[in-house]
């Protein structure tokens, strides 16, 4: 008899069942496993693909074009010292150095500002690079090229040469990172050669970074239908002259420039062209379209621009300040620098120092300093004489003007004048070609139609004439209303060689006549030298104004209201070795109000300068001043707006016991912004939501709220003024001063406690504002694992707006830090050897390389590294030494 089988499906009991959790679990442990496989793989493809490009930073390469050799030291922040023969090797050698340790940032500005953005990520760019395109930088750069003397031509020509020979060993991935994740999108995507044109480009996106007041004149303009002339004057109120100092409250008599070249002859004129020059002004001018970048949620064609090359938003300006040695305990001038740029990864700055090895007429450079990865030079710094450092000017440099446009044509003083017109061509990665018509008046480029402030303006259009608020004057003719913008960049200019004359001046007449050439973007320039002396020069293209003042659009069909040229240089403020033994600027005011031209209405409300005059007046009576004094100035979180909160509220409970626990802290606060401080959280978040309750809240017609310096100026007034109808806010249920103040004392304790919860001891003004790193091109994409590889932070940091540690925030919108102390900066003209330095992120644009993030940590403390300047500092300090061969 046939035994039975047993079936297959079977439970064989002699056999250990395993749990369901077991299976389960066996299961999981097998899908992480090839998970944390394929992470690891993925992990090192990252890490392997990202080293490719590292720069080599020791040992010898050869570099095709080189005379002679080069040497090329880096200490262990990657910061080089360049040494060369001769001006050609050096400044080839700069450019093989930048495209070493930021290529892809050179490659990404240049198609920036060329606007060519869409042949890189496809159509999504394609709005950006129209606006950019029609504002015609790069084109407005090639004409600066042709115009270089043959020494200066010589220096930009071997800039390139030296870029396009480190390219030529490095494509694609092997020369940045970025180019693998590119690849992925637009794998049909080449590196080009890089021009002279492509490196003076990068001086326009500079000066759209620090152009001014265009914001706030776009902003009154598009209020004023809703507004009151009394209303604006009221929200924009005027340089407060009897509390904040001016920069050169005496112009001191100095000697004529004698090394500056002639100014164009439409600065001496009389009268700006009329319409019958008028086209041919045109030709040099450019339109807009408008633009949003996909990977970022933006607003406005300018806000779009703005994270592309740096918003001139809240923060955007800079300090510095020169003390004489007669204070100081060297003996000689310390002259201390930070300029307030938007956040970047990597920094915008790359240090540098480039010395010829023998300092002759051919090659005179020995300097040390700042620079633009793309760009030849030292941009802020010192040679072996003198010390220079900059922060924005302020003044107004661009205008709107009404135009009056009927089909191809424009109304200017009673005729008909023909529209400039060309075509741009964008190719598109991934899409057809585009073409655009560019349109422009003798005014500027035509951009109502293309951004919603400016086309709000065209349809409503309210005309200033001085300063005034009115309709648009009655002869004004018939047609469609447009608006054009002016701007001084629009036109070549010769900051492309004062940059090579700062870096030899000698004196302060060189300083001067290397002044004489910055014309954009308008800059406040500070001096010292080893002789002990200390200056100021304000340089740039400041336009003669006609019969309106710049705040307001003006009717563009009337001459009479076209600039009518610019200040002549030896009548533009300077000041010498000053009584006071220093100079401080911050933005503020130049001078006083009985100067012969009206400069802008627009000034930084002098918040910064104040402090850092009171600082250092401190400093002084102490004496002697040491850079250490000037280092803690610099690091200074002291806070106006929340002092003046502070006294405000002295007297005021709201009868809810944690808000009146949260103001009891403002009480006991010193007004520093320090990054650990909870009083400091409570006042900032106390800050915005009085400001939005007054301004925004409920309100029908909502003020800006932009510029924080000038909103705390029309509060302090408030405060003053009980009966100040921004006061009562009837959708809040708001009747008075103590009502709102009491109001917004509850609502601010709500919203900190929900960002940081209702334990005050666990509040801090850091972490609510830290400042995220983002780079600026995959760090802004959307896609996070992209974002990941490339962004870092967000840290935590003190200080905040109108600060002299100004890390700035938006008001009405988030607490974040957007614009920062992008660089800092103290020299010692005693000795070069005992400055000190540091910049925001790191020398490298190589995510994941050992000098991509190292200075973050410096530069939250506001703590500055050694700078070694002399030959034996340098080698002192060297870690790694490159030889470049011919």
């Not at 180019?179 to 500079?206: C, F, H, R």
């Not at 002004?281 to 970048?293: L, M, S």
């Not at 909870?678 to 309100?699: H, I, P, Q, S």
Request: charged share 20%; net charge negative; proline share 6%.
């Amino acid at each position: 008899m046939t035994k039975p089988q047993p079936s297959p499906y079977a439970v064989d009991d002699s056999v250990p069942r395993r749990s369901a959790g077991r299976t389960v679990g066996i299961i999981l442990f097998s899908i992480l496993a090839v998970v944390v496989v394929i992470a690891l793989i993925a992990v090192g493809f990252v890490t392997y693909t990202a080293q490719r490009s590292f720069p080599q930073l020791s040992g010898e390469v050869k570099a095709a074009g080189l005379d002679a050799e080069v040497t090329v030291q880096r200490d262990a922040l990657g910061i080089p010292t360049i040494t060369a023969d001769s001006s050609h090797d050096l400044f080839f050698a700069q450019g093989y150095v930048h495209a070493q340790d930021r290529f892809w940032e050179m490659d990404f500005r240049r198609h920036v500002t060329s606007g060519r953005l869409s042949e890189m990520f496809g159509e999504s760019q394609l709005a950006t690079d129209q606006f950019l395109r029609t504002l015609g930088w790069h084109d407005t750069a090639q004409q600066e090229v042709d115009a270089l003397d043959e020494t200066e031509r010589a220096y930009y020509d071997a800039y390139a040469d030296g870029v396009n020979a480190y390219l030529a060993d490095h494509q694609g991935a092997d020369a940045s990172f970025e180019y693998a994740v590119l690849g992925l999108q637009n794998a049909d995507y080449q590196i080009e050669p890089w021009t002279p044109a492509d490196s003076v480009a990068w001086l326009k996106a500079m000066a759209w970074d620090l152009r001014s007041n265009i914001e706030s004149e776009t902003e009154r303009a598009v209020m004023a239908p809703d507004f009151s002339e009394a209303q604006i004057d009221q929200l924009y109120p005027g340089y407060p002259f009897d509390r904040n100092p001016v920069i050169v409250p005496q112009i001191s008599a100095v000697p004529a420039v004698g090394t500056a070249p002639d100014l164009p002859a439409e600065e001496g004129a009389a009268a700006d062209e009329g319409a019958d020059d008028a086209a041919g002004d045109a030709a040099g001018n450019t339109d807009a379209a408008t633009a949003a970048i996909d990977w970022t949620e933006v607003g406005s064609v300018i806000e779009a621009v703005g994270e592309l090359v740096g918003d001139a938003g809240e923060g955007i300006g800079s300090n510095s300040w020169v003390v004489s040695g007669s204070i100081t305990d060297t003996g000689m001038p310390l002259l201390a620098n930070d300029p307030h740029l938007g956040a970047s990864l990597p920094s915008v700055w790359h240090q540098i120092q480039l010395k010829c090895r023998d300092v002759t007429e051919e090659c005179p450079f020995d300097v040390a300093g700042f620079g633009f990865s793309g760009l030849p030079g030292v941009v802020i710094g010192h040679n072996e004489r003198i010390a220079w450092g900059f922060t924005n000017l302020t003044t107004d440099v661009t205008d709107l003007y009404l135009e009056k446009v009927e089909g191809d044509s424009y109304w200017y003083d009673g005729v008909l004048v023909p529209l400039q017109t060309r075509t741009e061509t964008f190719k598109v990665a991934g899409s057809e070609d585009v073409e655009l018509e560019v349109r422009s008046t003798a005014n500027g480029p035509i951009v109502s139609g293309l951004t919603d402030d400016f086309t709000a303006i065209a349809e409503a259009p309210y005309v200033g004439t001085g300063g005034t608020v009115t309709e648009p004057p009655a002869a004004a003719p018939a047609g469609e209303t447009a608006v054009s913008l002016r701007w001084t960049a629009l036109q070549p200019g010769t900051t492309a060689s004062a940059i090579f004359a700062l870096n030899t001046a000698k004196d302060f007449d060189d300083f001067r006549g290397a002044a004489a050439l910055f014309d954009v973007p308008a800059q406040n320039l500070i001096y010292a030298d080893v002789d002990g002396n200390i200056g100021y020069q304000t340089p740039g293209k400041l336009p003669i104004r006609g019969a309106g003042d710049g705040s307001m659009p003006q009717p563009g069909w009337d001459s009479a209201y076209t600039w009518q040229g610019y200040i002549p240089f030896e009548e533009l403020p300077v000041s010498y070795n000053p009584t006071e033994g220093y100079i401080v600027t911050a933005n503020n005011a130049i001078v006083a109000q009985d100067y012969t031209y009206p400069l802008t209405r627009d000034w930084d409300y002098g918040w910064r300068a104040a402090r850092i005059t009171e600082l250092v007046e401190r400093a002084i009576a102490k004496g002697p001043v040491t850079m250490d004094d000037l280092n803690a100035i610099q690091a200074d979180d002291y806070s106006f707006i929340g002092m003046r909160l502070t006294a405000a509220y002295a007297d005021i409970t709201t009868g809810d016991d944690e808000t009146d626990a949260a103001l009891e802290l403002l009480q006991e606060w010193d007004a520093q912004n320090s990054a650990d401080s909870a009083a400091a959280a409570y006042a900032n978040v106390l800050w915005d939501t009085l400001a939005e309750n007054v301004f925004v809240d409920g309100r029908e017609n909502a003020a800006p709220m932009s510029g924080q310096g000038r909103q705390f100026l029309v509060i302090d007034a408030m405060l003053d003024d009980e009966t100040s109808p921004w006061w009562t806010n009837d959708e809040l249920g708001v009747d008075g001063m103590t009502d709102m103040l009491k109001r917004s004392a509850i609502d601010a304790y709500e919203r900190l406690v929900d960002a940081q919860g209702d334990n005050p001891s666990r509040w801090n003004w850091g972490s609510l504002h830290a400042l995220p790193l983002e780079n600026e091109s995959f760090g802004q994409s959307g896609i996070a694992p992209i974002e990941w590889l490339f962004n870092r932070g967000p840290f935590p940091v003190g200080g905040g707006s109108s600060v002299v540690n100004a890390t700035g925030w938006d008001l009405g919108s988030s607490f974040a830090t957007v614009t920062v102390p992008s660089m800092r900066m103290i020299v010692d003209l005693s000795d070069f050897d005992a400055s000190r330095w540091n910049q925001l992120t790191g020398q490298s644009g190589h995510a994941f390389h050992t000098n991509y993030i190292d200075q973050v940590e410096s530069w939250q403390k506001a703590e500055l590294t050694p700078w070694a300047f002399t030959p034996e500092a340098v080698a002192a300090a060297t870690t790694d030494t490159l030889v470049l061969k011919p």
